[in-house]
Nanobody
Framework: QVQLVESGGGVAQPGGSLKVSCEVS????????VGWFRQAPGKERERVSC???????YYTASVKGRFTIARDNAKKTVMMAMDSLKPEDTGVYYC????????????????????WGQGTQVTVSA
């Protein structure tokens, strides 16, 4: 059974840092692209960052230079470090693992059949 469990997140002040992690089970992580998405209250879910099976990485423009995604296939975990946080980074953060074909480049992230985790809350507030 495919399962994704997000952890980390929490509350940070503007300019602070947080880290979210996504631990997967029920499948071999190295065969799957993974993406982080977020949804703010009253807004649609948006794509934040994606990483392909061969390490190609996508960031949405608003987080470039502040967020860093990484994968550890042996630990079946995908992490995202978030620095210089802003109030607009607030939301529920979800990870999604995708079956091929996925299309991930530095400017694009398309997941064809993502499986989703339950999400973890990130709140950036003074």
């Amino acid at each position: 059974q495919v399962q994704l469990v997000e952890s980390g997140g929490g509350v940070a002040q503007p300019g602070g840092s947080l880290k979210v992690s996504c631990e997967v089970s029920g499948f071999t992580l190295e065969h799957h692209a993974v993406g982080w998405f977020r949804q703010a209250p009253g807004k649609e879910r948006e794509r934040v960052s994606c990483i392909s099976t061969d390490g190609k990485i996508y960031y949405t423009a608003s987080v470039k230079g502040r967020f860093t995604i990484a994968r550890d296939n042996a630990k079946k975990t995908v992490m995202m470090a978030m620095d210089s946080l802003k109030p607009e980074d607030t939301g529920v953060y979800y990870c999604a693992a995708d079956l091929p074909p996925s299309l991930i480049t530095s400017t694009m992230c398309v997941l064809s059949k993502p499986s989703w985790g339950q999400g973890t809350q990130v709140t950036v507030s003074a």
